[in-house]
């Protein structure tokens, strides 16, 4: 079965600092690699997703993630952190390519920023 | 509506009441997925709906648990005799279609569920 973990359920950084969220998966075969957010009561909301080609995806808001097939990793990252960051990310993968019956998210990991 | 839509967004219930949630998805949206959030457990898929195939109930914690979505767009989720454990946040999305390569999913703000 896919699995996804997320290393750290917080994480704080300074204002300003670099950003990084670590994010693991257990696969054999490629996988569709999502990283979304979720701010105090909304809905979640895509941040930028990995399927084929460029290993290094750009999403909104600043964030980019790595795929590194030889460490199964999909680690997000923001060069400066901003206050309005604060949030909870969410790590998912799919293997199938098909279906929410493919999409595994990890437990969460909730972004503190200091000022 | 612009986005999915949920009600109630809070719901505060009577252990062994029935329950019933509403998801409105992006119109012209052909696949919808209901997903439980519970503190420190991330995202629980339960069900999956595309177009007019049969759903995907695999992740449906049990019995008390169904779904139903009418003419292919509103979708109800039902809980039937109410567990303290079902207490969590339902949240429904939907996308243009059912592949999670190239489809984008938005998740509505969910149903938030307290059960006393």
């Known amino acids: 079965a896919q699995s996804v973990t997320q290393l750290g359920s917080h994480v704080s950084v300074s204002e300003g600092a670099l950003v990084l969220l670590r994010c693991n998966y257990s696969?054999?075969?490629?996988?569709?690699l999502f990283w979304y957010v979720q701010y105090p009561n909304q809905g979640l909301q895509l941040l930028l997703k990995?399927?084929?080609?460029?290993?290094l995806v750009k999403g909104i808001n600043g964030f980019e993630a790595e795929f590194k097939k030889s460490e199964t990793s999909f680690h997000l990252t923001k060069p400066s952190a901003h206050m309005s960051d604060a949030a909870e990310y969410f790590c998912?993968?799919?293997?199938?390519?098909?279906?929410?019956?493919?999409?595994?998210f990890g437990k969460g990991t909730h972004l503190i920023i200091q000022p | 509506g612009a986005g999915v839509s949920q009600s109630p967004s809070n719901k505060v219930t009577e252990k062994g009441k029935d329950v019933e949630l509403r998801c409105d998805p992006i119109s012209g949206h052909t696949a919808l997925y209901w997903y439980r959030q519970s503190l420190g457990q991330g995202l629980e898929f339960l069900i999956y709906f595309q177009g007019n195939s049969a759903p995907d109930k695999s992740g449906l914690p049990s019995d008390r648990f169904s779904a139903e979505r009418t003419g292919g767009s509103v979708s109800t989720l039902t809980i039937q005799r109410t567990q303290q454990e079902d207490s969590a946040v339902y949240l429904c999305a939907s996308s243009l279609g059912g592949s999670v390569s190239g489809n984008t999913i938005y998740f509505g703000e969910g149903s938030w569920l307290t059960v006393v």
């Open positions: 990995y399927t084929t080609g460029a290993t």
């Open positions: 998912a993968v799919s293997y199938s390519g098909g279906g929410a019956d493919g999409l595994t």
């Open positions: 696969s054999s075969v490629p996988p569709y």
